[in-house]
Each structure stands twice: as C-alpha cells, then as structure tokens.
C-alpha cells in the first residue's frame, strides 16, 4: 500500500451520507447525491453507489445511509436480469438494463428472474451508454 502525505486516500467501498428524503424500500437501491444528501435517483440517472443490504427498509429524512461505491455489492432487480448485462437504475432506485443515454452503474454477476431479486453487481460507473451505431 502506498503512504500519500498531505492527501487523505479513503479505500473504503463504502461512505455514510444524510438521506435528502424519507427513504421507502431503502435496501439495496441505487442512490444520487442532491445537495451533499442522497435521494432516489431518476431512471437512468448517475448514482453515487447503492444502499447495503443491512440499511433500513425505511430511512427518515436526515438519517445516515451507508453506501456501497465500489466493489462487489448486492442490488434489488427491477426487473428479469441475465448475467453480464450494463445496469442502470430505474426511479426506485432498482437494478435495470441500461439503454442508450442511461448512466451504467454496474455489470450483472448474476442473474434476477424477476424484479424484487437480490443479485450480485460488480459496481464500476463506466459513464453513459452511447447509442447503437448504424
């Protein structure tokens, strides 16, 4: 591990931010940052990381949310997933195929035969998708 002076690294795939909002169904979603507070993001969104699994099911305005924002994580399905496929977030905050212009959060490890499944999510933030090419 390299030693940095004067600069603070944070290797910790996870950091605590206040939700922006009242929090429903709160664990493992995708989160956005509004005013150095998260939010449900809007579909296809940029996230910051997603909830962790042990995070409550409903989370109070104000109260500290851990979140994953790199790594290996758990996210819910927002719908039928296969392995592989470039996620995106739906405006519940649940794991989606990204189509063109979404903002990609992370590639599926495994696959959700329907939406409410947990499934395994290599988190990487790769930026928007770009459309299909003639």
């Not at 939010?39 to 409903?58: M, Q, R, W, Y």
């Not at 212009?101 to 290599?122: H, M, P």
């Amino acid at each position: 591990m390299a030693t940095y002076f004067g600069t603070s690294i944070n290797e910790s795939p996870t950091i605590v931010l206040p939700a922006g909002k009242k929090l429903e169904n709160a664990r493992g979603i995708a989160l956005t940052i509004s005013g150095g507070k998260v939010i449900k993001p809007t579909a296809g969104a940029h996230v910051i990381g997603l909830s962790i699994i042990e995070t409550d099911e409903i989370v109070e305005e104000g109260r500290d949310v851990d979140i994953q924002i790199k790594d290996i994580g758990k996210w819910v399905a927002g719908e039928e997933i296969a392995a592989g496929t470039e996620l995106a977030t739906d405006a519940d905050g649940k794991a989606v195929a990204a189509k063109a212009g979404d903002f990609i959060v992370g590639i599926a490890l495994s696959s959700a035969e329907k939406a409410g499944t947990w499934i395994k999510v290599q988190i990487i933030k790769a930026g928007y998708k770009p459309a299909a090419s003639a």
